[in-house]
């Protein structure tokens, strides 16, 4: 036992003794932080004396000899455990001190380490800014946090802007109305002038009725007012078409599609993939990306007494377990997913009017309530835990279009709603608070009505569509983020003009020397100039278009006789004159002798069966019924009353 203990004794201070020569030859001053050192020999002789001390307690307990104040102060079991204790503090405070000591190489001198006690104390002023701004933000009134100091307006045609959607990154924005266009807007890619990158009309001669992204943005859904959604990429190039459904069959579950115009659509915000369509043939479907052939099911929508009725929009909720629908009798039922999709899981009959057009409905982002907007000019809030009754209702908001629309605010505590106004009226962008319905504050819009709206919540953005053909973004560039807040910052882009030669002649009276020394300076215009004088003579690079025709009607007459009319034109009605001074008649007789002579076409039928013609004659009977004399006998008398 002494030899291992020597043995220990003698490494450690080899080590010891080996430390500085190690550093010299590194060519450091020290390794930084210390190894901890243990000394054997007092560990054993204090784990002895522990042991000792714990064996007298125990004979003393067996004799009965300590007193209840012994065995309260002098309880071997407590010491030993105080002792355990001090002995883990004492090392946590040698663990503090070995912190502090130095980690790594030392520093050049005029440096200084930070000390964890001011980073942490950094942290936490950091910390507490942030949530210093966080507080101020929610102190914030709610109109105060509305982004609308600043607007920029997108001219989408003239006729109303009926479907706007934005991407979840909020990078580009489409718009579609009633004059069947489609818009694409980039807002990275714009200038100030904010124009377009493509526009197209997807459906031909009907309008837009709804658009909207996918969950993951690279797909945009469709519809407008006809029986066929489509889907199409971010570029606008098709991805797939719905398919059209039999319209003599009476049982829409049977058919493989929609047969009447479609009222909208909207994408699951689970599977992205997976699409449901409404229409006017009384059914919402659920449609595949995939599988474009068939749809994978059919709900079937029953009004007040079982007659069919037709949904005029639908919706998932958030969370994608629920399907809702408005009808056209006013009542709103909502769908379980989980459940056969037989019967409605909620159902309300008097939502709304009666034969009025639910507009829209879209729930709150906690999943609890959903606001309903119908063609009654109300707008009413609804909780699923009380279905029988609204929450809460706004009277009096215009809607006169069957896409009119509302929406939360990213905070949830806001919702918006467009109001419609007639024809050359400021339109308004009313603000409502959830939980009272209370107005808030309003937001002009300038001339129209405001058919759709909604609050980006990444860009923090509210972006509407008009009825006067604008679609306009309001930002904040406090608040805002991205957005309509990269396209202001561009410069305008300078018109780049096409070059045309002209054929004006300059004459200049006096020519001297300096110009022309000017001009040979500078041989790189004059090539430049020459070139494109030489490219002008050439018909190919300059494009020249085809000279007009002297001759011929209807267009170009091809040559040599290519075409049938030219064939005509050179072998008949130029080869065989006919002067225009003969009448019709004596131009038909001068071939009567050679038809007389050479017969071609009747005669040599009848030449063998019949060499002597035999006409038909009438009688004076068959003249008597026929009412009146014939011709050879109206002759006779007109020659003998000349006579």
């Known amino acids: 036992?002494?030899?291992?203990?020597?043995?220990?004794?003698?490494?450690?201070?080899?080590?010891?003794?080996?430390?500085?020569?190690?550093?010299?030859?590194?060519?450091?001053?020290?390794?930084?932080?210390?190894?901890?050192?243990?000394?054997?020999?007092?560990?054993?002789?204090?784990?002895?004396?522990?042991?000792?001390?714990?064996?007298?307690?125990?004979?003393?307990?067996?004799?009965?000899?300590?007193?209840?104040?012994?065995?309260?102060?002098?309880?071997?079991?407590?010491?030993?455990?105080?002792?355990?204790?001090?002995?883990?503090?004492?090392?946590?405070?040698?663990?503090?001190?070995?912190?502090?000591?130095?980690?790594?190489?030392?520093?050049?001198?005029?440096?200084?380490?930070?000390?964890?006690?001011?980073?942490?104390?950094?942290?936490?002023?950091?910390?507490?800014?942030?949530?210093?701004e966080e507080d101020d933000e929610d102190n914030l009134p709610p109109e105060k946090k509305i982004p609308a100091t600043h607007e920029i307006v997108l001219n989408h045609g003239n006729k109303s802007v009926s479907a706007v959607a934005l991407d979840p990154s909020g990078s580009r924005l489409v718009t579609g109305g009633y004059d069947f266009d489609v818009r694409f807007w980039d807002f990275a890619a714009m200038d100030p002038s904010l124009n377009s990158f493509r526009s197209f009309q997807p459906f031909e001669c009907h309008q837009i009725r709804t658009l909207q992204y996918s969950i993951t943005g690279d797909r945009i859904l469709m519809v407008a007012a006809k029986p066929?959604?489509?889907?199409?990429?971010?570029?606008?190039?098709?991805?797939?078409?719905?398919?059209?459904?039999?319209?003599?069959?009476?049982?829409?579950?049977?058919?493989?599609?929609?047969?009447?115009?479609?009222?909208?659509?909207?994408?699951?915000?689970?599977?992205?993939?997976?699409?449901?369509?409404c229409a006017n043939d009384g059914t919402v479907r659920l449609w595949d990306v995939n599988q474009?052939?068939?749809?994978?099911?059919?709900?079937?929508?029953?009004?007040?007494?079982?007659?069919?009725?037709?949904?005029?929009?639908?919706?998932?909720?958030?969370?994608?377990?629920?399907?809702?629908?408005?009808?056209?009798?006013?009542?709103?039922?909502?769908?379980?997913?989980?459940?056969?999709l037989v019967r409605p899981t909620y159902q309300q009959k008097n939502a709304h009017g009666m034969g009025t057009d639910t507009s829209c409905i879209t729930f709150s982002y906690d999943n609890l309530i959903f606001v309903t907007r119908g063609g009654d000019d109300t707008m009413k809030s609804w909780d699923l835990r009380n279905f029988k009754r609204p929450v809460n209702v706004v009277t009096g908001l215009e809607s006169f279009y069957p896409v009119a629309e509302c929406c939360f605010s990213p905070d949830d505590q806001m919702i918006l709603a467009g109001q419609s106004v007639r024809r050359e009226q400021e339109g308004k962008l009313m603000f409502y608070d959830r939980h009272t319905f209370k107005k808030i504050t309003e937001l002009e819009c300038g001339q129209g009505s405001v058919v759709r709206c909604m609050w980006h919540p990444k860009l923090n953005q509210i972006i509407i569509g008009s009825g006067s053909g604008l679609a306009k973004v309001f930002y904040d560039p406090n608040r805002s983020h991205r957005g309509a807040k990269l396209c202001m910052v561009k410069k305008r882009r300078k018109r780049v003009e096409p070059d045309i030669v002209k054929s004006e002649h300059i004459v200049a009276p006096v020519m001297s020397r300096r110009?022309?020394?000017?001009?040979?300076?500078?041989?790189?215009?004059?090539?430049?100039?020459?070139?494109?004088?030489?490219?002008?003579?050439?018909?190919?690079?300059?494009?020249?278009?085809?000279?007009?025709?002297?001759?011929?009607?209807?267009?170009?007459?091809?040559?040599?006789?290519?075409?049938?009319?030219r064939y005509v034109a050179i072998n008949i009605a130029l080869t065989k004159k006919v002067d225009p001074n003969i009448s019709a008649r004596d131009a038909i007789l001068r071939h009567a002798k050679d038809a007389e002579e050479n017969p071609l076409w009747i005669a040599p039928a009848y030449k063998h069966t019949q060499p002597n013609p035999i006409f038909h004659e009438s009688d004076e009977e068959e003249e008597e019924e026929e009412g009146g004399p014939s011709w050879s006998k109206k002759a006779k008398l007109d020659s003998a009353s000349k006579k």
């Not at 064996?55 to 030993?80: T, V, Y």
């Not at 994608?320 to 009542?331: N, P």
């Open 515 to 565: 110009g022309r020394h000017r001009n040979r300076e500078e041989p790189q215009e004059i090539m430049a100039y020459k070139k494109q004088m030489k490219d002008r003579q050439d018909p190919v690079k300059s494009r020249k278009p085809d000279l007009p025709i002297k001759q011929g009607q209807g267009g170009r007459i091809a040559a040599g006789g290519s075409t049938l009319s």
């Open 1 to 132: 036992m002494q030899t291992s203990r020597q043995n220990a004794s003698s490494s450690s201070e080899g080590s010891q003794d080996q430390e500085p020569d190690m550093a010299k030859l590194m060519g450091f001053s020290g390794f930084g932080k210390k190894a901890r050192t243990f000394d054997l020999d007092k560990m054993f002789e204090q784990t002895r004396r522990t042991a000792q001390e714990i064996s007298k307690n125990k004979s003393k307990a067996d004799s009965g000899d300590d007193d209840d104040s012994d065995a309260e102060g002098d309880d071997p079991r407590k010491r030993f455990v105080q002792k355990t204790a001090n002995k883990s503090k004492q090392a946590d405070s040698d663990g503090d001190d070995d912190d502090d000591d130095m980690i790594g190489p030392p520093l050049p001198p005029g440096f200084s380490r930070p000390s964890t006690s001011n980073k942490a104390s950094t942290e936490s002023d950091d910390d507490d800014d942030e949530e210093y």
């Open 228 to 277: 066929q959604a489509k889907v199409v990429d971010r570029d606008g190039f098709e991805v797939m078409e719905c398919v059209k459904g039999d319209q003599y069959i009476v049982d829409m579950a049977k058919t493989k599609g929609h047969t009447a115009m479609l009222n909208g659509g909207c994408w699951n915000p689970k599977v992205k993939e997976e699409f449901i369509t």
């Open 292 to 340: 474009a052939w068939k749809q994978q099911q059919v709900i079937k929508f029953r009004g007040q007494g079982g007659q069919k009725t037709n949904p005029t929009c639908c919706v998932y909720s958030r969370d994608a377990k629920l399907i809702g629908a408005g009808c056209q009798d006013g009542s709103i039922q909502l769908w379980d997913m989980k459940r056969p």
